[in-house]
C-alpha cells in the first residue's frame, strides 16, 4: 500500500499536500580556534568533493550518533587538521538554511590544543586577523564573523564576503 502523509493528495504524477515536509537539521560542530600569541582566527577551505568546495569556514563538521559537540569538534579536528583540542568553550548556536541542508551550527571557542597542523584532507589553512582577507566565506558564519568582529570594536560587512566579491576580485 502507498504510504501518504495525512492531508496529501494525488495529482497525475504529482503529491499535493497540505502539510510540508519538515526540514531536519544536520547538527555541526564548528571550532572557532583563536592563536594566544595575537588573537588570530583560523580559517580553513572546504576540500574538493563537498559543497562548496574552496569556500573559506571555520574548521569542524557534523556529529554523529550518540556524540556531544565537544566529541564532534575533537574528531573532527584531529581528521581534518591533526590536532587534539584541550579546550572547547560553548559559546553560540546559529541556523542556515541551504539548499543542500538545514544546518544547526554549534559554535565553540577553542583556545589550547596539542599536535602540529597537517592538512589531512587536502584543504588549506590561514591564520587571519578581521576582517579576514580570503573569499568567499560560506554564509552560515557571517553571525559569527559579526559577533567576533563586535567583540573586537570592528565593523562587519558581510558583502565582502560573498562570491560575487570573490569574483569581482579575481
Ligand atoms: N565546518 C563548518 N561548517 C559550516 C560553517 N558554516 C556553515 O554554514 N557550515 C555548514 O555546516 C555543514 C558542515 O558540514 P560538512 O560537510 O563540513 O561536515 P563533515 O566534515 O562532517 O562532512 P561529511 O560528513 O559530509 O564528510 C555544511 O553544510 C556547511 O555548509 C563553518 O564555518 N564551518
Not at 114 to 126: I, K, L, N, S
Amino acid at each position: 500500500m502507498e504510504a501518504r502523509r495525512p492531508g496529501a493528495a494525488v495529482r497525475g504524477n504529482t503529491v499535493v499536500t497540505d502539510t510540508p515536509a519538515v526540514r531536519t537539521h544536520t547538527e555541526v560542530a564548528v571550532g572557532v580556534l583563536i592563536r594566544e600569541s595575537d588573537g588570530a582566527l583560523l580559517i580553513t577551505s572546504r576540500p574538493v568533493g563537498k559543497p562548496r568546495a574552496g569556500w573559506w569556514e571555520f574548521p569542524g563538521g557534523k556529529l554523529e550518533a550518540g556524540e556531544t559537540v565537544e566529541q564532534a569538534l575533537r574528531r573532527e579536528l584531529q581528521e581534518e587538521l591533526g590536532i587534539t583540542i584541550t579546550n572547547c568553550i560553548p559559546w553560540k548556536v546559529t541556523e542556515h538554511d541551504y539548499s543542500h541542508a538545514l544546518v544547526r551550527l554549534h559554535w565553540c571557542k577553542v583556545t589550547q590544543w596539542d599536535g602540529v597542523f597537517e592538512m589531512r584532507e587536502g584543504q588549506q589553512m590561514a591564520w587571519q586577523q578581521l576582517p579576514l582577507t580570503v573569499r568567499p566565506v560560506l554564509e552560515g558564519s557571517y553571525p559569527v564573523l559579526a559577533w567576533l568582529s563586535a567583540e573586537r570594536g570592528l565593523p562587519f560587512d558581510g558583502a565582502l564576503y560573498a562570491q560575487d566579491a570573490a569574483a569581482a576580485e579575481k
